[in-house]
């Protein structure tokens, strides 16, 4: 059974940092992409960033240059790391793993004010 599981959620005021952590059991986190979507309260789910298993990334336009996401293959951890956050940027932050199917997480709440 494959468990996907957040952490580093937490309020933070707009221009702070964040580093969101991800950590997945399993044989089959080293050879698939991994990577991170959020969801606004009344909004759909929106991609972030994934990277693969050699480490290629691609991000949303939305965070291109203010998050980078990075892998352990060894840990069987994915990070985010958020900076210059908005209020905008407020959000459930879910990670996922993409093998035969996707496998997400509980998500953890980042939650940028003043």
């Known amino acids: 059974q494959v468990q996907v599981v957040e952490s580093g959620g937490g309020l933070v005021q707009p221009g702070g940092s964040l580093r969101l952590s991800c950590a997945a059991n399993?044989?089959?986190?080293?050879?698939?992409?991994v990577g991170w979507y959020r969801q606004a309260p009344g909004k759909q789910r929106e991609f972030l960033a994934t990277?693969?298993?050699?480490?290629?990334?691609t991000y949303a336009d939305s965070v291109k240059g203010r998050f980078t996401i990075s892998r352990d293959n060894v840990q069987n951890t994915v990070h985010l790391q958020m900076n210059s956050l908005k209020p905008e940027d407020t959000a459930v932050y879910y990670c996922?793993?993409?093998?035969?199917?996707?496998?997400w997480g509980q998500g953890t709440q980042v939650t940028v004010d003043s």
């Open positions: 996922y793993l993409s093998a035969w199917r996707v496998y």
């Open positions: 399993g044989s089959i986190f080293s050879t698939n992409p």
């Open positions: 990277i693969s298993s050699g480490g290629i990334t």
